[in-house]
């Protein structure tokens, strides 16, 4: 994905709707990067410490976004991502590329790719990659060729398969390999998949695009990865939706909980097609059929396919990337978070985005949606672990946890509670769809009857800051509504003088997502993964995920502090919490 609208003719109306949006309650976050010509190549001197993370994957220094073509090969794992090697805001962008024996110490290797070819020479965007048979890997990204932001799609293939770490890559001279056709957006044409191969024995990829503001993903084949035609219509689109960036298109298990390699159908498959929305900012999945003769994908029936539909994450999450791990027979999910300050504030620290912990995807037993959880591995960090059992917590009741680093920590705790009756009603005029809104109004501090309750993470120790990670739950005639928050708009002290968090505009808004879950074991868990300006959250294991970008003042290092709280008239019970420090890995990219 990724390049600068201001060039194009319809960045204004775009940005426009995008603040109008915020009336919405809907993140207001610029539809792809805004430049800074100013800032874009200011090298950095003193990289500032305070919030870079111990156990996300971040680079030594400057910007970076998209996670691109993330693939297992002969044993070890690669990561590229979008890059600004000469400073801290978008600009100026290279594929980075790190590797790694099991994804959480990395290697930083030379970059892979970086314009330099009249098919890429004003830029290389996202894109994905793809092992084809004899073991070959491919990688297809995007290209734009002129100052228009017409975009073109290319390959690269490695220079040495012998090499271990893949650091060299090739653009041959046939490229690009896909031009779009006249019924094709040239400024919305980008961010290819990873390719699937059908039961006919041709290749097929998709790319997001738009025609006018009905999203859509462009179908082309090939027989021999080199030659693409243009299917005749998209493998799905939906009204309304604006342009489709970072789509993602795979297969997952019915019965089982191993991943499948992309190019898996049958009777035992339902697909999964995802797509970052470039006005919302947000990403959002419909599970469906894929009709393999028609060549297109049908959503179920009961799935919301556009802006109120499923998301991996409803936070802080966006430009996502999935891949087939066959060491482990899993589906790995990387995502990328930015920051929530300003961009002063980015060129002053020196460094902007991370990507978070990769997560493992598998379908929900109930079939209506995927479960997340952080990949086995980051386990081999935890350190110094403490154990609540059977704690009771009544309003207004709050335990600290103590013993371990909380501002570098791995919490999963799980809550019981006897009875749903104190659960509040469901006020009918409240969006079914607008969870984020509900708990803004909801917050933590908002005394309620079953709820809120869960964790005050990186929080200072009279509570002038925290970040709490929160259930509530409602009745709604004959069920209960399960609402989960990751509140950050209390996460930073508010400066006397301007009346903004941190002397700055940053967004720090309540993230929030509806859990589907029924309550008949009247149990609710939570695991939060808190790495000094991050806290990724997972409710219910993985129904529902949260990531929230914090920047506290007080709660930093040594001076944060972990509790379980309740400020709901019903008494729950923390039945077991686990918690750990989590240290950093031996090797990375810091």
């Given at each position: 994905?990724?390049?600068?609208?201001?060039?194009?003719?319809?960045?204004?109306?775009?940005?426009?709707?995008?603040?109008?949006?915020?009336?919405?309650?809907?993140?207001?976050?610029?539809?792809?990067?805004?430049?800074?010509?100013?800032?874009?190549?200011?090298?950095?001197?003193?990289?500032?410490?305070?919030?870079r993370t111990g156990y996300h994957f971040q680079p030594t220094k400057h910007w970076i976004n998209d996670p691109n073509g993330p693939m297992y090969y002969n044993g070890v794992y690669h990561l590229f991502y979008q890059y600004n090697p000469k400073g801290a805001v978008w600009g100026?962008?290279?594929?980075?590329?790190?590797?790694?024996?099991d994804l959480i110490n990395w290697k930083k290797v030379e970059h892979a790719i970086y314009p330099s070819k009249p098919f890429d020479q004003y830029g290389c965007w996202s894109?994905?990659?793809?092992?084809?048979?004899?073991?070959?890997?491919?990688?297809?990204?995007?290209?734009?060729?002129?100052k228009n932001n017409t975009q073109v799609q290319n390959y690269v293939v490695p220079a040495n398969l012998s090499d271990p770490y893949l650091r060299e890559w090739i653009k041959p001279d046939n490229n690009p390999l896909i031009v779009a056709d006249q019924s094709v957006n040239k400024t919305?044409?980008?961010?290819?998949?990873?390719?699937?191969?059908?039961?006919?024995?041709?290749?097929?990829?998709?790319?997001?695009?738009?025609?006018?503001?009905?999203?859509?993903?462009?179908?082309?084949?090939?027989?021999?990865?080199?030659?693409?035609?243009?299917?005749?219509?998209?493998?799905?689109?939906?009204?309304?939706?604006?342009?489709?960036?970072?789509?993602?298109?795979?297969?997952?298990?019915?019965s089982g909980k191993n991943g499948l390699d992309t190019s898996v159908m049958g009777p035992n498959v339902k697909h999964v097609l995802k797509v970052s929305l470039?006005?919302?900012?947000?990403?959002?999945?419909?599970?469906?059929?894929?009709?393999?003769q028609q060549d297109r994908y049908v959503p179920d029936k009961d799935m919301v396919d556009g802006w109120n539909g499923l998301r991996y994450d409803y936070g802080n999450f966006y430009a996502s990337k999935s891949f087939f791990d066959p060491s482990k027979n899993r589906r790995i999910l990387w995502g990328w978070a930015n920051e929530s300050d300003t961009t002063d504030n980015d060129v002053q620290k020196n460094w902007a985005g991370i990507q978070l912990i990769p997560r493992t995807?598998?379908?929900?037993?109930?079939?209506?949606?995927?479960?997340?959880?952080?990949?086995?591995?980051?386990?081999?960090?935890?350190?110094?672990?403490?154990?609540?059992?059977?704690?009771?917590?009544?309003?207004?009741?709050?335990?600290?946890?103590?013993?371990?680093?909380?501002?570098?920590?791995?919490?999963?705790?799980?809550?019981?509670?006897?009875?749903?009756d104190n659960a509040e009603p469901f006020d009918p005029s409240?969006?079914?769809?607008?969870?984020?809104?509900?708990?803004?109004?909801?917050?933590?501090?908002?005394?309620?009857?079953?709820?809120?309750?869960?964790?005050?993470?990186?929080a200072s120790e009279n509570l002038e800051e925290y970040t709490p990670v929160f259930f509530r739950v409602f009745k709604d005639q004959n069920k209960h509504i399960v609402l989960m928050c990751s509140d950050a708009s209390r996460s930073s002290l508010m400066d006397p003088k301007t009346h903004m968090k941190n002397g700055n505009d940053a967004y720090r808004p309540s993230f929030a997502g509806f859990v589907n879950v029924d309550l008949k074991d009247k149990k609710l868990s939570l695991r939060s993964l808190i790495?000094?300006?991050?806290?990724?959250?997972?409710?219910?294991?993985?129904?529902?995920?949260?990531?929230?970008?914090?920047?506290?003042?007080?709660?930093?290092?040594?001076?944060?502090?972990?509790?379980?709280?309740?400020?709901?008239?019903?008494?729950?019970?923390?039945?077991?919490?686990?918690?750990?420090t989590m240290s950093r890995p031996l090797q990375m990219n810091h």
């Amino acid at each position: 994905m990724e390049f600068s609208k201001s060039a194009v003719n319809w960045a204004l109306p775009v940005l426009l709707l995008s603040c109008f949006l915020a009336l919405l309650n809907i993140n207001c976050v610029e539809a792809s990067h805004k430049v800074f010509t100013e800032f874009q190549s200011i090298n950095s001197v003193n990289v500032r410490q305070v919030h870079r993370t111990g156990y996300h994957f971040q680079p030594t220094k400057h910007w970076i976004n998209d996670p691109n073509g993330p693939m297992y090969y002969n044993g070890v794992y690669h990561l590229f991502y979008q890059y600004n090697p000469k400073g801290a805001v978008w600009g100026n962008i290279v594929w980075a590329h790190s590797v790694s024996t099991d994804l959480i110490n990395w290697k930083k290797v030379e970059h892979a790719i970086y314009p330099s070819k009249p098919f890429d020479q004003y830029g290389c965007w996202s894109g994905s990659a793809t092992i084809l048979p004899g073991n070959k890997p491919i990688i297809l990204y995007t290209g734009i060729i002129d100052k228009n932001n017409t975009q073109v799609q290319n390959y690269v293939v490695p220079a040495n398969l012998s090499d271990p770490y893949l650091r060299e890559w090739i653009k041959p001279d046939n490229n690009p390999l896909i031009v779009a056709d006249q019924s094709v957006n040239k400024t919305s044409f980008r961010d290819p998949t990873t390719a699937w191969l059908g039961r006919d024995g041709h290749w097929r990829i998709v790319m997001g695009s738009r025609r006018k503001d009905r999203g859509m993903t462009h179908m082309y084949r090939s027989k021999d990865f080199m030659h693409w035609t243009k299917a005749g219509h998209p493998l799905h689109s939906s009204a309304g939706t604006g342009n489709w960036e970072c789509p993602d298109f795979y297969p997952v298990s019915i019965s089982g909980k191993n991943g499948l390699d992309t190019s898996v159908m049958g009777p035992n498959v339902k697909h999964v097609l995802k797509v970052s929305l470039d006005v919302t900012r947000y990403e959002y999945y419909t599970l469906g059929s894929y009709l393999a003769q028609q060549d297109r994908y049908v959503p179920d029936k009961d799935m919301v396919d556009g802006w109120n539909g499923l998301r991996y994450d409803y936070g802080n999450f966006y430009a996502s990337k999935s891949f087939f791990d066959p060491s482990k027979n899993r589906r790995i999910l990387w995502g990328w978070a930015n920051e929530s300050d300003t961009t002063d504030n980015d060129v002053q620290k020196n460094w902007a985005g991370i990507q978070l912990i990769p997560r493992t995807i598998v379908l929900d037993p109930s079939g209506k949606q995927l479960l997340q959880w952080p990949i086995e591995e980051v386990e081999t960090l935890r350190r110094n672990k403490v154990e609540l059992k059977n704690q009771k917590l009544a309003k207004g009741e709050k335990i600290e946890i103590k013993g371990i680093t909380v501002a570098q920590a791995d919490v999963d705790v799980t809550f019981t509670f006897n009875s749903l009756d104190n659960a509040e009603p469901f006020d009918p005029s409240w969006d079914r769809y607008d969870a984020q809104k509900l708990c803004s109004q909801k917050g933590s501090a908002v005394q309620g009857g079953l709820g809120p309750f869960g964790l005050l993470t990186l929080a200072s120790e009279n509570l002038e800051e925290y970040t709490p990670v929160f259930f509530r739950v409602f009745k709604d005639q004959n069920k209960h509504i399960v609402l989960m928050c990751s509140d950050a708009s209390r996460s930073s002290l508010m400066d006397p003088k301007t009346h903004m968090k941190n002397g700055n505009d940053a967004y720090r808004p309540s993230f929030a997502g509806f859990v589907n879950v029924d309550l008949k074991d009247k149990k609710l868990s939570l695991r939060s993964l808190i790495d000094n300006s991050v806290v990724e959250s997972f409710g219910a294991g993985g129904k529902t995920c949260i990531t929230s970008r914090v920047y506290p003042t007080l709660a930093v290092y040594g001076n944060a502090h972990l509790y379980a709280f309740n400020n709901g008239t019903e008494t729950v019970n923390i039945e077991s919490l686990n918690a750990w420090t989590m240290s950093r890995p031996l090797q990375m990219n810091h």
